[in-house]
């Protein structure tokens, strides 16, 4: 690591991040910013990327692999403090910002911290803003997102800046590409939730390709859990295993998503972030609705779009193309309204003179033994603590209980999950992950 005093005159900017989608994110987003030296730390928790998964991450970025750190949670703050980086990008889930803002707190001389999501945020959510409140600037990635955290935030009564970005990973087809034949799936582990959705959704992948023998059918997957491999969000029935007994030509890939497009004729997804890469290199896409549209789905920001479609129009490949209003508002805004990086550049200048106070994250409601379950429900086997282990007996029951009251007693009403019409979620997720993967029914509250 090199000294502040061998550093080009540019930004320090460093990625915490730990996994999957985030790192992609994450790696994508600090690559776009001009005149910087960047560096991505992968903090250790049950969700960090494998080595291939990391390198799928960093494609088409100028991010080389020796910028890349590996580093257990304990040793973040003292890291941070021999680099004394000019910015720090949170980048994971909610409860992984919390604790890694918990340790920027510690730091004497503090950068400035953006946070983020990696990829559409349309149902803009309560958790994902609370969690990220004490960051300087949370960036955004389309009007209609910036309109819905905003409004999110004066509900809440939460004071956030947001930076307007597009998304940093959805780039034009390279021009020398030429168009596949490929009917890419891009498969999600939440999406459709119900294990008989999945079930008639990959009914539907096989009928597309016994349709037509001739042409592949793709299903990308994100990880390869037989290799160790875990994703952002925890995948109880997968695709994987959902089609063992499958055509010869539907298989599966675990390409970078924009490798896979180069080969495709069109996309399919409920709600995948990849059809903003897909449209952006001039893929058309269908937008599965044969499961409902509805928050829980994530995919009401499609609606009006004209790229909604059928299992029908799916086994018959109608692909098709976004109208371009749709587009200005979802993530294709002119990119010279992507304020971003001015507004980070602002808030340095304002740290370095003294005139940006401190964010900084309050202590749990619930005193040490909250905070010590907030640490083992990120870091799980990371942290080795009595108090740790001590908390997962007396929290899980509790998470439990609440996760249960709110699935059966959610609220309902304008700006809730039962809202289809706003674009934003007052009241908390009624579903969680398990965080602690090998703790199957330990979950986090939160989003």
Request: hydrophobic content about 45%.
């Amino acid at each position: 690591m090199s000294g502040r005093g061998d550093r080009p005159a540019r930004f320090r900017v460093v990625a915490i991040a730990d996994a999957d989608s985030f790192v992609k994110w994450a790696a994508a987003l600090i690559d776009t910013a001009p005149d910087v030296h960047p560096h991505l730390l992968l903090v250790r928790t049950p969700l960090t990327v494998s080595i291939a998964q990391e390198r799928a991450a960093l494609s088409g970025t100028a991010i080389r692999p020796d910028a890349v750190t590996r580093i257990a949670h304990e040793e973040i703050a003292s890291w941070l403090s021999h680099d004394r980086p000019d910015v720090v990008v949170l980048a994971g889930r909610g409860p992984f910002v919390r604790l890694v803002m918990r340790e920027i707190d510690r730091l004497a001389r503090r950068p400035v911290v953006v946070t983020g999501m990696p990829g559409m945020s349309i149902p803009a959510q309560r958790g994902a803003l609370l969690y990220r409140r004490e960051s300087d600037l949370m960036v955004v990635h389309s009007r209609r997102e910036l309109r819905a955290f905003s409004d999110l935030a004066d509900r809440l009564g939460v004071g956030l800046r947001f930076g307007l970005a597009t998304l940093p990973f959805a780039k034009p087809r390279p021009a020398e590409a030429s168009t596949g034949d490929d009917l890419v799936f891009a498969a999600q582990a939440i999406v459709p939730r119900d294990p008989a959705d999945r079930l008639a959704l990959a009914g539907i992948l096989r009928s597309a390709a016994a349709a037509d023998p001739s042409r592949r059918v793709v299903v990308k997957l994100r990880s390869r859990p037989d290799q160790g491999e875990s994703e952002t969000h925890f995948e109880r029935t997968a695709f994987a295993d959902l089609l063992q007994s499958r055509p010869e030509n539907l298989v599966f890939s675990h390409d970078p998503m924009a490798t896979a497009l180069q080969r495709a004729e069109g996309l399919v997804t409920v709600s995948s972030t990849a059809a903003i890469e897909a449209i952006a290199m001039g893929v058309p896409v269908i937008a599965l609705d044969t499961f409902g549209v509805s928050k829980e789905h994530l995919n009401t920001v499609f609606t009006g779009s004209g790229v909604q479609g059928s299992a029908a129009d799916v086994i018959a490949r109608r692909f098709r193309h976004p109208n371009e209003r749709w587009k200005l508002d979802n993530y294709f805004h002119d990119p010279a309204e992507s304020t971003w990086w001015i507004d980070v550049r602002e808030l340095v200048a304002m740290r370095r003179r003294g005139d940006l106070p401190a964010r900084r994250v309050p202590p749990p409601r619930g005193g040490a033994l909250h905070r010590a379950w907030q640490r083992k429900a990120v870091l799980g086997d990371e942290d080795r603590s009595v108090a740790g282990a001590v908390a997962l007996m007396v929290g899980a029951p509790l998470v439990w209980t609440i996760l249960t009251v709110r699935r059966i007693f959610g609220a309902r009403g304008a700006g809730t999950w039962s809202d289809p019409a706003s674009d934003i979620t007052v009241t908390p997720a009624r579903y969680q992950d398990p965080i602690v993967r090998r703790m199957p029914r330990v979950a986090v509250v939160g989003d």
